[in-house]
């Protein structure tokens, strides 16, 4: 009988230690995406061109100031996003190209705005926009894998592509010769290419990469001007000390109470002391405020977070968006 119940405890136990660990597992799975959470919202435009007829687009110069394939490229990529927003009129280039090349602003980094008003004249209200590719360029690297088990020793080989191509723009008033805009497009492609058992994989073609970061640059210059639908995830970053009140706000933001949800994360900020926790806190802070398009108290918040915490390398992409 005293064996009996023995074998019972110690089948208890391993019951227990069994379930208890399967528990632990799923308490870890679970754990390890409550600080995120995906939105699609309606963005607002970053500039408002609801009272704009006209627009003329200057030609598009390279690092060095030049035109080139991809100036041209990106200039016709221009040209297809704004022909596709209602209300705006296009003027062809060939019809200002004599006014344009008397501006000469993009070769000389300075603008005559007595020649920008003769545009105006011509065409009345409207904005001109100057276009400067800053970044055009293409890496590559290999990474092997792990041993192959149980093979001859051959690793794994795969390359990654990274195309960056970044392009500034400036918006001029027609009328008034101001810059009532600037912004620098930023676009980065990677891609892995196929796997390669014992062979040195070949170089990946750049001109996809190309393709695909045009084709996002095109985007992004329209989404300037339009309202456009955008699928936005935050990962908040977690703390032990504001963890518990971070859990609270997510569970606002996920059935749509944004207001109360975005007040805690606020608070969060106001209440913690420790450097890295108020570091988490603030860049918290400042995706809320980056999603919500308060751009400059997001940069702002971004910068506060990264002094306080110089190894929290999340807050540059923050700050390199806005800046």
Known sequence: ????????????????????AQNNSIGSLFNQSWSKITYMVDKQPMFDVSKTKNVIISEIVNNVKREDSHTADIYDEFVTQVTQIDGLSLIDRDKTRSLLKELNFQRSDYVDENQIRKLGKFYGSGLLIFGRIQTDDFTQSIKKDKTLIGGNGCPTQRRTGVYRLDVNLKIIDLQTAKVLFSKTIKSMIRKKGPKYNCEYPPSLNPVEFYQSAKEDIGKQFRELFTVHQREYEIEFQTHRKFNSDLKSAINLLEIDDFDGGYAMIKQITQTTRDKKAQSFALYNLAKMQLFNGEYEDSLKNAKEAYLLNPKNDACLEIINELK
């Not at 136990?13 to 379930?19: D, E, H, M, P, S």
């Open 1 to 20: 009988m005293k064996k009996l119940f023995s074998y019972s405890l110690i089948l208890i136990f391993i019951l227990t230690t069994k379930l208890s």
